[in-house]
């Protein structure tokens, strides 16, 4: 933005209205630090007053009572228009996020109508009541399982992917009839409330989607936290997950949370190298390394690993960094000045803990990358598994690169993590790659590629990286309260065993 030209200014979305905040959010462009728009930032009271506003809405009827197909029509018909308005949806999240324009339009935003329409299918032939086995014991009844929406989800999403990401959240619980109060990450609040725009416009009614960017230990924990909210999902770093589950635990409030990573690329000695040294970098570079599940771990065998680090180091260099906007550019800045600095802490430690630093590990050289948030590619080679480098989330363009023995060596190395979110198999021997996916302890085994994710299938982690699971055919459960309906059928007292309690009503 040049001097004096203003900015766009995103005010709150409550009950329908645009709302100004307590404060406003000042959005910068991750690649040049400049000021691209503003967007209004509220607190506690604003997420009161966003609850208050779903809950009403919930309460109207208006979305929770409609009919599954009158709510999948209109998630189709925010879906459609999701995709028409594709390019300026990417432009306002990669001047936030730092996503280059091909990542963004291929995954970050690209991949936000398809999914929607997935959710939109669900919607339509979901479940809502499913007839339970007929009882004859001890008397004849018939139960029937219903599905119920809760009332009203709260979602906190990240920075990384800022509108898919929320949208793994708030349409399943739209999908079943929830209101939802959406608290986007205070860096990256623009694609979620322009979406609550389009949203309207396609007919959802005004209350039922409310957004409310702020900070999180304010507007996050209040919404974590607050009694009439009855559902929580969250992605994050996996300590906020901690807090929120434990501000959750307060109204005992149903919780998805998908949390951090560290995930293993475990390439075996038969593994296709040129495929392996592209889907690796894939796997760990894809924007700037940014994503929970990216493979951070690369764990070769003996056997391969000279040839294959030098391919690899061969072929990261050609990576170009660049103007997110430009078509031909492959990775961009890193999202803010707090993670720049800490990647490249975590640089130095790796550094100091004695692994070589085979590739980057630097702000890159020229005018371009003087202001902005910018890291090289960089690979370490001698990593141990122990080193910090090798455990903690570093949430940069970081590869560590440890060496294994034996195939049982390998799989244990790549259990050895407190994470389990994903991971990935390389091999040319398919039953000898789904051997080895059975022993890991992940939410995902990529066997043969990285970053597989896809709307039709669940994601989420093992251990510290989650509770729960997103996607697949099973998304909307979570959202939903089971309700068991019991019909007596037998019209009988003489069948009934309330002689247990009842046993003086002859004396
Ligand atoms: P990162 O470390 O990648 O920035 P965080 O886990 O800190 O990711 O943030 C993810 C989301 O959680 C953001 O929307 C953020 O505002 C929110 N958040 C951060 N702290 C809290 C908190 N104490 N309570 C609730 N939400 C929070």
New binding site residues.
């Given amino acids: 933005m040049t001097a004096g030209t203003t900015v766009r200014h995103f005010p709150m979305l409550i009950g329908g209205k645009a709302v100004d905040g307590e404060n406003v959010l000042e959005i910068r462009d991750p690649q040049n630090d400049e000021l691209v728009a503003t967007a209004a930032s509220g607190g506690a009271s604003a997420i009161d007053a966003a609850v208050d506003a779903a809950r009403a809405s919930f309460d109207d009827g208006g979305w929770s009572r409609a009919t599954p197909a009158h709510r999948s029509q209109v998630l189709h018909a925010i879906a459609d228009k999701l995709g028409e308005q594709i390019e300026e949806l990417v432009e306002l999240e990669i001047m936030a996020n730092g996503a280059t324009v091909r990542q963004a339009t291929g995954f970050h935003v690209g991949y936000a109508a398809p999914h929607l329409a997935y959710f939109a299918d669900l919607a339509a032939r979901y479940e809502f009541e499913t007839p339970m086995p007929r009882a004859s014991f001890p008397v004849l009844g018939q139960s029937t399982m219903r599905r119920e929406p809760i009332g009203v989800v709260g979602a906190?999403?990240?920075?990384?992917f800022p509108l898919l990401l929320a949208l793994w959240k708030f349409a399943p619980a739209l999908a079943v009839g929830n209101s939802v109060v959406l608290?986007?990450?205070?860096?990256t609040p623009l694609t979620s409330l322009e979406f609550g725009r389009i949203a309207e416009e396609c007919g959802l009614p005004p209350g039922v989607f409310n957004v409310v960017p702020?900070?999180?230990?304010d507007?996050?924990?209040r919404?974590?936290s607050h009694p009439g909210v009855g559902k929580i999902g969250?992605?994050?770093?996996t300590?906020?997950?901690r807090?929120?589950m434990r501000?959750a635990s307060g109204t005992v409030k149903a919780v998805t949370l998908e949390l951090g990573g560290k995930s293993p690329a475990l390439v075996l000695d038969d593994a296709d190298i040129d495929l392996a040294v592209d889907g690796v970098l894939y796997g760990s570079m894809l924007y700037s390394g940014q994503i929970c599940e990216s493979m951070t771990r690369l764990l070769l065998p003996d056997s391969i690993h000279d040839e294959f680090v030098e391919r690899l180091l061969e072929r990261a260099s050609t990576i170009q960094l660049g103007d997110t906007r430009d078509w031909d550019t492959d990775m961009g800045p890193v999202v803010s000045a707090r993670?720049h600095s800490r990647i490249l802490d975590y640089i130095e430690s790796g550094k100091a803990e004695g692994a070589t630093l085979a590739l980057g590990g630097r702000v890159p050289q020229g005018e371009r990358f003087e202001r902005g948030h910018w890291i090289e590619p960089t690979i370490f080679t001698g990593v141990s598994n122990d080193m910090r480098i090798a455990r903690e989330e570093i949430?940069g363009p970081v590869l560590s690169v440890i060496r294994y023995g034996s195939e049982p060596e390998g799989v244990a190395l790549a259990n050895d993590t407190e994470y389990g979110l994903a991971s990935s198999v390389w091999s040319t021997d398919n039953s000898r790659a789904l051997e080895v996916a059975e022993k890991i302890q992940a939410g995902s085994v990529w066997i043969n590629d990285s970053h597989q994710i896809n709307c039709e299938v669940p994601f989420g982690g093992y251990k510290q990286s989650g509770v729960g699971r997103e996607l697949g055919p099973h998304a909307l459960d979570p959202f939903t309260e089971v309700k068991n309906v019991h019909l007596d059928l037998s019209n009988r007292r003489d069948a009934r065993p309330y002689d247990v309690l009842l046993s003086h009503a002859d004396d």
């Fill in positions: 906190i999403a990240p920075w990384n608290k986007p990450d205070e860096k702020g900070p999180g230990p507007a996050g924990a919404l974590a969250f992605t994050g770093s300590d906020i997950g807090e929120i501000l993670q949430f």
